[in-house]
């Protein structure tokens, strides 16, 4: 199994930025998918995340109306897009994936597999 982000970089706060997340030897559409954050000195924290058809997303409270996740089932791939970005969006962003396709969760003990993390850095 593998999740593999990529996307991330250094821009400038109010600017934007796009992520993505492969996803092989899993059956991607039966999974429910997320992104989760870890800033330096931070715990890991739930981004977003949307069920295995996309049909719902749910997402932190600091994100809602900036950030939006998709999901592309025959590409095996989830997206984040996040726009208005701010300094403290500054951490290193992850994709998970869950069994629980129908469900999203903030909880990441609810999901099985993860990416090894892409750097986002905004500059203020």
């Known amino acids: 199994v593998q999740l593999v982000e990529s996307g991330g970089g250094l821009v400038q706060a109010g600017g934007s930025l796009g992520l993505s997340c492969a996803v092989s030897g899993l059956a991607f559409r039966e999974q429910s998918m997320a992104w989760f954050r870890q800033a330096p000195d931070k715990e890991r924290e739930f981004v977003g995340a949307t069920t295995s058809s996309g049909a719902t997303t749910s997402y932190v409270d600091s994100v809602k109306g900036r950030f939006t996740i998709s999901r592309d089932n025959a590409k095996n791939t989830v997206y984040l897009q996040m726009n208005s970005l701010k300094a403290e969006d500054t951490a290193v962003y992850y994709c998970?994936?869950?069994?629980?396709?129908?469900?999203?969760?903030?909880?990441?003990?609810?999901?099985?597999?993860w990416g090894q993390g892409t750097q986002v850095t905004v500059s203020s």
């Open positions: 998970a994936a869950s069994p629980r396709a129908r469900y999203v969760s903030s909880n990441p003990a609810n999901y099985n597999y």
